[in-house]
Every structure is written in C-alpha cells, then in structure tokens.
C-alpha cells in the first residue's frame, strides 16, 4: 500500500511570495490533515477535511494560508504571502473510517528568507 | 482547552535499559491517543493507536498504556537499543470535533 506523498520536499522562498504544498493521502482515505511543525515543538493542526469538506480550520492564519481537496482526493495548501514565521516543516496526514489511525507523508520543509 | 505535555523532554540512556516516556492531557474526553516516532528530517511514523474505551496497547517491544481517568499515557519501551534513538510523539484525538492535540515531544538518545 502507498504511503502519503508530498510534494516538494524542500522549498526556500522569499519573504512576501506565495508558495503551494501538494500531498496525495493513502487511497480510500476520507480525511487529509495539513499540520505546521516548528523546530523543536510538535506539530500543529492547521485544517482537517473530511471528504471534500472542511472540518476544522480553526488554527489556520486565513489571511494568507488557504487549502483546498479536490474531489475529495489530492490537497494543496498554499500560503501568499509568506512571512519568516512561515518557515516550518508542513506535514500532510490522511486517516481512514473507524479508529482514525493518522499515517503521515515525509513533510515539505519550508524555508522563509 | 486541551493541553498535552510530555516529560522528560530528553533522555539518555545505555543500551539494553527498559525505559518510560510520560505524556499527560488536560481534558479526559479523548477519542483516542497516539503515539508516534519522528527520526530528524522526515516525517512521523504511528507506532501505536490507543481507542478510548481500551487500558492498552503492545507491539513488539513497546507498550503504551491509557488512564483517561488521570489523564496520562505511558509509552514503554523494553531493551532500548541505539535504532530507537528519535523523537517520541503523543497525540491527542479530541472527542468533540476529533480536533488532534500534539505534545512536543521526548528526544531519546540510546547510547551504545
């Protein structure tokens, strides 16, 4: 079974760009995740889709981070424009029915100069 | 508000100890807690899903246990060896809403 993909890997932008994450979650999977890890902390829900539609957004800066999931499969997570406190590693998760056991993708490390 | 802490936030310890990693929650209506690894520079790795109603959970070496009642997991780890070395998440799954809850983490070093 194929894990969760993300793309890029790594990414280093200038202060005021815009910048776009892409993740593919394990096949079958209803819910995505999209969380923001800072050096040394653990990672912080940023929005959780289930299916197509949004769950919670709660913790997300939506004055510039905005995310979408197409037919309820892919996800992109895009942030216009970035700031240094953006720089973090951007995890993308995805979970099944029943026990909601959370897989995650390698992360895109985001570098903000 | 839901609050998880893990401590210690690093240990070392020789090969071959038995070990425990502590993590705590404020709000004890959880739908479910995991506990994942993290080695430095990729992404996190389930290691065992903990259900409400459930006191325990095994995998090979590693044993995680649930007081909801207390509010605490335990991760235990038997005959630690240097491939466990990274850093141990618990993550905490909020009934209401299932918003997810992550502690910052325990940084074990298994020395050789």
């Known amino acids: 079974e194929a894990g969760v993909a993300q793309s890029p890997r790594y990414k280093i932008i200038e202060k005021r760009q815009s910048v776009a994450f892409w993740c593919n979650p394990i096949?079958?999977?209803?819910?995505l995740y999209w969380y923001q890890q800072i050096l040394g902390q653990g990672p912080k829900l940023l929005i959780q889709f289930q299916n197509n539609g949004v769950v919670d957004d709660s913790q997300l800066p939506k004055d510039r981070f905005s995310a979408e999931r197409l037919k309820g499969v892919d996800s992109t997570l895009k942030i216009q424009p970035a700031k240094l406190e953006d720089s973090a590693v951007y995890l993308c998760?995805?979970?099944?029915?029943?026990?909601?056991?959370?897989?995650f993708g390698p992360g895109t490390r985001l570098t903000v100069t | 508000k839901q609050e998880v802490t893990q401590i210690p936030a690093a240990l070392s310890v020789p090969e071959g100890e038995n070990l425990v990693l502590n993590c705590s929650f404020t709000?004890?209506?959880?739908?479910?807690l995991q506990w994942f690894r993290q080695d430095p520079g990729k992404g996190l790795t389930s290691l065992l899903l903990i259900q409400s109603s459930q006191r325990e959970q095994t995998s090979g070496r590693l044993n995680a246990s649930l007081d909801k009642s207390s509010g605490r997991s335990t991760l235990y780890i038997a005959a630690s060896q240097p491939g466990d070395s990274a850093t141990y998440l618990c993550?905490?799954?909020?009934?209401?809403?299932?918003?997810?809850?992550f502690g910052a983490g325990t940084r074990l070093f298994v020395k050789a």
């Open positions: 998760a995805s979970s099944g029915q029943g026990y909601y056991e959370q897989y």
């Open positions: 709000d004890s209506a959880i739908y479910n």
């Open positions: 993550a905490v799954r909020h009934t209401g809403g299932f918003k997810t809850i």
């Open positions: 096949s079958g999977h209803a819910t």
